[in-house]
């Protein structure tokens, strides 16, 4: 429901803040649905940072990426590892 992404929302607005960085790496493996909105969301803490990385995409989530074509404006990784090796080889 609306809530779900409200509060998806304010998780990323304060990951956001709390980074202080422009590469955010989000960790999404407790999220079970995203909604239209939540990937505007997504997609608009994109813009603001250097780079955004997912981690842990359940497949149904990444299903929903996939649909709406937003697939090449994040880094999707399997785990977190693999997400701050990536972020840190690329931008020495």
């Excluded at 074509?69 to 020495?92: K, M, P, Q, V």
């Amino acid at each position: 429901g609306p809530q779900v992404t409200d509060r998806f929302r304010k998780h990323l607005a304060y990951s956001l803040r709390t980074h202080q960085s422009d590469k955010v790496v989000l960790k999404m493996e407790n999220l079970n649905s995203l909604t239209m909105a939540g990937i505007r969301a997504l997609v608009d803490a994109r813009k603001s940072v250097m780079s955004l990385a997912l981690v842990g995409v359940p497949d149904r989530v990444y299903r929903v990426i996939e649909l709406s074509g937003t697939t090449d404006f994040f880094a999707i990784y399997e785990d977190e590892g693999s997400a701050l090796a990536a972020l840190n080889a690329h931008y020495r």
